[in-house]
């Protein structure tokens, strides 16, 4: 099948062909006399339909991740689940969700610099997958933002030394305005590292939602559980151990 697209403005023409699952973009600048061939493959197309997902990217650090076989929730009050029963918080609806185990570690109250404090103990786990949850004390806390950054730098650094893959979950600041998402953007840049902004969108104006003012009740953390499942559900076989070969057999 072919699609054909011809734009002709004075001094230039467009054709666009669809073929056998590539696409070829042929441009003519005919008043430059220069002329721009550019191939987008199947890939692409691929990329396209799944906008707006997480892309299967081998920039990503640790992809697939190069040791361990633990997955480790790593956070404040937010990932320990404070405002829902046992069992209520995220990392275990997840764990459901996706079929895997998922250690929390959470603790109420953490700041990013005892997070960095802490890290070792995460290292001992052998992680494999880590989701990290920081940075929502140090806002209330006033702490110093730049800090709070290289605190967060620092941790997914030591993380990736041991082979972890790093889901870096954005935490919004307590500002009119967000000034942490541009600097978590950048962080997950420069680590190269799959980032999941703002974990309590569509739950800190919804009361129903909430156990008080910061913290979700057992429905928003199911929601913040779905909205992870349906990130990490594309990248799940290649997040998970392989079985030995010879206990294949």
Request: hydrophobic residues 45%; glycine residues 10%.
């Amino acid at each position: 099948m072919d699609v054909s697209i011809v734009l002709s403005p004075v001094d230039s023409a467009l054709k666009l062909l669809f073929e056998g699952g590539s696409i070829s973009v042929i441009v003519f600048f005919m008043g430059r006399r220069s002329i721009l061939i550019g191939s987008i493959t199947g890939v692409a197309l691929i990329l396209f339909w799944f906008w707006g997902r997480p892309l299967l990217a081998p920039s990503y650090a640790n992809f697939p991740p190069r040791a361990g076989n633990t997955w480790v929730a790593f956070g404040d009050s937010l990932t320990a689940g404070y405002g829902a029963e046992e069992g209520e918080d995220y990392p275990a609806v997840l764990s459901h969700q996706l079929g895997v185990t998922i250690e929390n570690r959470g603790t109420a109250g953490m700041t990013t610099q005892e997070g960095l404090d802490h890290v070792e103990e995460i290292i001992q786990l052998k992680p494999r997958v880590v989701l990290l949850c920081l940075g929502g004390n140090d806002g209330l806390h006033q702490l110093a933002s730049g800090q709070m950054f290289a605190n967060l730098a620092a941790i997914i650094d030591r993380l990736h030394e041991t082979g972890a893959f790093v889901i870096l979950i954005g935490v919004r600041s307590a500002t009119l305005l967000d000034r942490n998402e541009k600097p978590f953007r950048k962080l997950a840049r420069d680590k190269n590292v799959l980032y999941v902004p703002n974990i309590l969108e569509g739950i800190v104006a919804n009361p129903d939602l909430k156990s008080d003012a910061i913290h979700p009740n057992a429905q928003g953390y199911r929601l913040i559980a779905q909205r992870l499942e349906k990130i990490l559900r594309p990248l799940l076989s290649a997040l998970l151990p392989r079985a030995s070969p010879f206990l294949s057999r």
